[in-house]
T-cell receptor, first 115, second 114 residues
Framework: DTGVSQDPRHKITKRGQNVTFRCDPISEHNRLYWYRQTLGQGPEFLTYFQNEAQLEKSRLLSDRFSAERPKGSFSTLEIQRTEQGDSAMYLC?????????????FGPGTRLLVL | SQQGEEDPQALSIQEGENATMNCSYKTSINNLQWYRQNSGRGLVHLILIRSNEREKHSGRLRVTLDTSKKSSSLLITASRAADTASYFCATVSPSTGANSKLTFGKGITLSVRP
């Protein structure tokens, strides 16, 4: 299967610890998105890459958050000094880009619980 | 911030019945998309409708778009227990430019009773 994959699927951490999530997009997709979803809400946009360039960051992305896509393939999202409010599902999506209308393909998500 | 609001928030129907879900949004759009999410899982794309389209069909799904009312509806015909999930509408705004980020509503929880 060549869908979007995310690792880990679940992460439990203590407040103050750092965590890193990985997303592997569909191989030919040059655009990659990170979203965050809290319980009972729809996903909210965090950041967007076109190839290796991070082109937009939401104001939801505080300075404790950093995302990279070093070779334009997989991406990582790191949260430093986690807080209980960071508990959420972190979703990655990819799309091929370049066209006027694009479907985003989502991974299964990483569920983070900060104790 | 959430762009769309789905209505109703929860819907329970019997297998075989039709399910109609509505979405309203606030700003102009390039397109509107509907996604399904099974409990605790990722999102699955269902259907996309462009701002210059009024209706689209895909299998048992029918989506309509009324840009004058800034609203859309998703109809699932002949529902099945496997349709039980949360459904989200998401919009792409012209202001996003090349970043076609999605702005989601809060979702509708659909339960289909066998």
């Amino acid at each position: 299967d060549t869908g979007v994959s995310q690792d880990p699927r679940h992460k439990i951490t203590k407040r103050g610890q750092n965590v890193t999530f990985r997303c592997d997009p569909i191989s030919e997709h040059n655009r990659l998105y990170w979203y965050r979803q809290t319980l009972g809400q729809g996903p909210e946009f965090l950041t967007y890459f076109q190839n290796e360039a991070q082109l937009e960051k939401s104001r939801l992305l505080s300075d404790r958050f950093s995302a990279e896509r070093p070779k334009g393939s997989f991406s990582t999202l790191e949260i430093q000094r986690t807080e209980q409010g960071d508990s959420a599902m972190y979703l990655c999506a990819s799309t091929i880009g370049g066209g006027r209308v694009e479907t985003q393909y989502f991974g299964p998500g990483t569920r983070l619980l900060v104790l | 911030s959430q762009q769309g609001e789905e209505d109703p928030q929860a819907l329970s129907i019997q297998e075989g019945e039709n399910a109609t879900m509505n979405c309203s949004y606030k700003t102009s759009i390039n397109n509107l998309q509907w996604y399904r999410q099974n409990s605790g899982r990722g999102l699955v794309h269902l259907i996309l409708i462009r701002s210059n389209e009024r209706e689209k069909h895909s299998g048992r799904l029918r989506v309509t778009l009324d840009t004058s009312k800034k609203s859309s509806s998703l109809l699932i015909t002949a529902s099945r227990a496997a349709d039980t999930a949360s459904y989200f509408c998401a919009t792409v705004s012209p202001s996003t430019g090349a970043n076609s980020k999605l702005t989601f509503g809060k979702g509708i929880t659909l339960s289909v009773r066998p």
